[in-house]
């Protein structure tokens, strides 16, 4: 079982009741992974988030507007990645794969979102994190595609 000081070292639980985070603690699983595994797939069913207790995970969107695949971002001890567990349309829209021997913790997306039904505060104060690594995983990819358009296309030369 993983333990409420361990889940109180993710922001995404920032200002959590100890009541409420026994509702996160009690859906809360060990996974390991070892290096150069895929966690999940780009556009599969998203069934879990996960928190990052060691290793790393980058975030690699395959579908980049018809570019190679690229790695929008590298989440490691602290961090959160699969958010789309609890998200419309409950479908991964980039794929995870470890860089180094992981250990994460998976919650169930779907019996997530029933307790943020029965607890809107709860779920509240957890969208509010999530929406914060959306926005920046968002300004991530909005960088690298930039990076890697013409200068033409963005409208003159690059320095």
Not at 11 to 17: P, S, Y
Not at 46 to 73: C, H, N, Q, S
Not at 82 to 98: E, K, M, R, Y
């Amino acid at each position: 079982m993983i333990d409420l000081a361990t889940l109180r070292k993710f922001d995404i639980f920032k200002g959590l009741t100890d009541a409420e985070l026994e509702n996160i603690q009690s859906i809360a699983k060990l996974e390991k992974f070892k290096a150069n595994t895929r966690v999940f797939e780009e556009d599969s069913l998203a069934m879990k988030m996960y928190l990052v207790l060691k290793g790393r995970v980058e975030i690699r969107l395959k579908k980049a507007a018809g570019f190679m695949p690229i790695t929008i971002d590298v989440v490691g001890p602290g961090e959160i990645f699969g958010w789309s567990a609890v998200t419309n349309p409950f479908t991964f829209t980039a794929g995870a794969w470890t860089v180094a021997d992981s250990e994460l913790v998976a919650i169930n997306g779907e019996v997530l979102r029933k307790i943020f039904k029965i607890n809107n505060h709860l779920g509240y104060k957890v969208m509010m994190q999530i929406a914060a690594v959306i926005s920046k995983r968002f300004r991530s990819l909005s960088k690298k595609m930039v990076e890697l358009l013409p200068a033409q296309a963005v409208g003159g030369e690059r320095k």
